[in-house]
């Protein structure tokens, strides 16, 4: 496709990490817009839904309030469980998936976690509520909770570095974000399984592309 009408302005690079965007933002013009995944989200959730805090502690309040107690108060073996919950929803999260037996059967597989939580009826619970909008956010929200929002592309064209390491989640994103997407990364480099990356992204990615680049060359030493 011919991006040649596309403005700096209306496109969006997206890293992974910090690091990575520090490197973008020193080569691009400076009217190009550069995000983490998270602080693309976090730009989306501010533009729909205006200025909300991060809270790191939202899961955890939200499921205090739901059973009456906070955690720390807990015996220890309660406490593991509700911690096994909050992650596990993260996990949800990142997978796009609701909270079942099935979905964290795959999950516990995937990220090599603990036993699943047996309380689905407070895991879905939970879930639910997470998903309202209270002005606050924490880190695994960022991203899930502007997914919703993006009724239509903000930015007409946006670059993905590190697309071997696409969650479900992240690629649904960067899906609806822009109008066109460019990805770049490495197939081979696939081995983030744990950390939410979708081994079969590259696969995904292909199938939806119109053009399909691949470097006849290997770099790597």
């Given at each position: 496709?011919?991006?040649?009408?596309?403005?700096?302005?209306?496109?969006?690079?997206?890293?992974?990490?910090?690091?990575?965007?520090?490197?973008?933002?020193?080569?691009?013009?400076?009217?190009c817009?550069?995000?983490?995944?998270?602080?693309?989200?976090?730009?989306?959730?501010?533009?729909?839904?205006?200025?909300?805090?991060?809270?790191?502690?939202?899961?955890?309040?939200?499921?205090?309030?739901?059973i009456?107690?906070?955690?720390?108060?807990?015996?220890?073996?309660?406490?593991?469980?509700?911690?096994?919950?909050?992650?596990?929803?993260?996990?949800?999260?990142?997978?796009?998936?609701?909270?079942?037996?099935?979905?964290?059967?795959?999950?516990?597989?995937?990220?090599?976690?603990?036993?699943?939580?047996?309380n689905?009826e407070?895991?879905?619970?939970?879930?639910?509520?997470?998903?309202?909008?209270?002005?606050?956010?924490?880190?695994?929200?960022?991203?899930?909770?502007?997914?919703?929002l993006?009724?239509?592309?903000?930015y007409?064209?946006?670059?993905?570095?590190?697309?071997?390491?696409?969650?479900?989640?992240?690629?649904e994103?960067?899906?609806?974000?822009?109008r066109?997407?460019?990805?770049?990364?490495?197939?081979?480099?696939?081995?983030n399984?744990?950390?939410?990356?979708?081994?079969?992204?590259?696969?995904?990615?292909?199938?939806?592309?119109?053009?399909?680049?691949?470097?006849?060359?290997?770099?790597?030493?």
């Open positions: 496709s011919n991006f040649s009408h596309i403005t700096t302005s209306q496109t969006v690079f997206v890293a992974f990490n910090e690091s990575t965007k520090q490197q973008f933002i020193e080569k691009l013009p400076s009217n817009k550069v995000f983490t995944f998270n602080g693309l989200g976090q730009s989306v959730l501010f533009k729909k839904k205006g200025f909300a805090a991060l809270d790191h502690g939202r899961g955890q309040k939200i499921l205090e309030s739901i009456g107690k906070r955690i720390q108060d807990v015996q220890y073996r309660e406490k593991l469980e509700y911690n096994n919950i909050l992650k596990y929803l993260s996990c949800c999260k990142e997978e796009l998936l609701d909270p079942s037996p099935d979905n964290f059967f795959r999950i516990q597989e995937k990220y090599g976690l603990n036993a699943a939580p047996t689905i407070l895991c879905q619970t939970i879930f639910r509520i997470m998903a309202q909008w209270n002005k606050s956010f924490q880190w695994s929200d960022q991203i899930w909770m502007a997914l919703p993006l009724t239509s592309p903000m007409e064209l946006a670059y993905v570095d590190e697309a071997n390491d696409l969650s479900p989640l992240r690629l994103f960067v899906l609806r974000v822009a066109h997407v460019i990805f770049t990364g490495d197939p081979y480099q696939s081995i399984a744990f950390a939410g990356a979708d081994y079969e992204a590259f696969e995904k990615v292909r199938a939806i592309s119109k053009i399909v680049l691949p470097l006849k060359t290997c770099f790597r030493m």
